[in-house]
């Protein structure tokens, strides 16, 4: 099982992507469909965690879907 996903909604010169990994996962002309898509991408692969960038690269909102287990093994 690999452990848990990171997507992230930043903007882009074109408009808004959803990216994990440093992959662009979507694109998207508005900011409310990239988070749309973002959570949909983050309910599907869990767990994740899913963190909403504003226009100057900070994190604005995070949210965190499924659980992990505690304590963590290893």
């Known amino acids: 099982m690999p452990g848990r996903y990171y997507f992230h909604v930043v903007t882009a010169p074109v408009?808004?992507?959803?990216?994990?990994?440093?992959?662009?996962?979507?694109?998207?002309?508005?900011?409310?469909?990239?988070?749309?898509?973002?959570?949909?991408?983050?309910?599907?692969?869990?767990p994740s965690s899913l963190y909403i960038h504003g226009t100057d690269g900070k994190i604005d909102e995070e949210y965190s879907?499924?659980?992990?287990?505690?304590p963590p093994k290893g």
Request: proline share 3%.
């Open 15 to 46: 408009g808004w992507v959803v990216k994990n990994n440093g992959k662009v996962m979507s694109s998207h002309s508005t900011k409310v469909l990239a988070v749309e898509a973002g959570r949909a991408l983050a309910k599907k692969y869990l």
């Open 65 to 70: 879907y499924g659980t992990d287990p505690f």
